[in-house]
């Protein structure tokens, strides 16, 4: 299995950006997908778990209303799109799969990790 996050970039408080994690060695009906984001000097800290199996999404409490979560299967691809930012989600973003549910992903483990990509939101 390999992620590869892409679409960072700097965007005005209150901007947008889709996040993109492009997946090989998967299939999303036998994985949760999620996202984590790690700021300067912080611990990584979760931002969503979704398993389209069980139909359950997890977001953390700091992005809900702001982010939805979507994918291309053909594709194999996971898109996060992040709306109304705000420069506290400035981060690396990472996203990660597991085998397992939402609620073990949420908790911060899974098998297999991207590499991340930055996001900055300048006010």
């Known amino acids: 299995v390999q992620l590869q996050a892409s679409g960072g970039g700097l965007v005005q408080t209150g901007g947008s950006l889709t996040l993109s994690c492009a997946a090989s060695?998967?299939?999303?009906?036998?994985?949760?997908m999620g996202w984590f984001r790690q700021a300067p000097g912080k611990e990584r800290e979760f931002v969503v778990a979704v398993n389209w199996s069980s139909g359950i999404t997890l977001f953390a409490d700091s992005v809900k209303g702001r982010l939805t979560v979507s994918k291309h299967t053909a594709k194999n691809t996971v898109y996060l799109q992040m709306n109304d930012l705000k420069p506290e989600d400035t981060a690396v973003y990472y996203c990660a799969a597991d085998p397992r549910g939402p609620y073990t992903l949420r908790d911060g483990v899974a098998d297999y990790w991207g590499q991340g990509t930055q996001v900055t939101v300048s006010s």
């Open positions: 060695g998967l299939t999303f009906s036998n994985y949760t």
